[in-house]
């Protein structure tokens, strides 16, 4: 059921993109949208304050740490919750994204589902040695 609605996902995307067919405007819209997530993110902290960044150097984990004690380790850098102006803005920023990722399977014949399944196998095989 799930890959139906990614299939659905793809048809609409592509019945949609009318004015950016082009590989290249495809990929620079992808590029841009990424911006505007990050951008979006930066205004949560700087324009509205609803998250702040308090960030710090990493620890260094050591030969003896197990892999929980080293996920511990390593923080986010984050305080605070999105408010739900943020949270709304942020969404439709990443909607946007995705709506370019998907045009470029699209434009590449590449299946969306097929490209989170095999993401999904290797995280799920590989779990904290994937090292992300």
Same mark, same amino acid.
């Given at each position: 059921?799930? %890959?139906? /609605?990614?299939?659905?996902?793809? %048809?609409?995307?592509? %019945? ?36 702040? /960044? ?54 590449? %014949? ?23």
């Amino acid at each position: 059921m799930k %890959d139906v /609605i990614f299939d659905e996902f793809q %048809d609409i995307v592509m %019945d949609s993109l009318i004015r950016h067919k082009s590989i290249l405007d495809i990929t620079s819209k992808f590029s841009e949208s990424s911006a505007r997530v990050n951008r979006a993110i930066v205004k949560a902290v700087t324009d509205c304050g609803c998250i702040k /960044i308090n960030a710090h150097k990493q620890c260094v984990p050591t030969e003896e740490q197990t892999l929980t004690e080293l996920a511990n380790c390593f923080k986010s850098h984050l305080d605070g919750k999105i408010c739900d102006n943020c949270r709304e803005v942020i969404e439709r920023e990443m909607g946007n994204h995705i709506f370019y990722l998907t045009s470029l399977c699209n434009s590449l %014949d590449i299946n969306l589902y097929d490209v989170l399944l095999k993401e999904h196998q290797k995280v799920n095989a590989l779990g904290k040695f994937d090292f992300r």
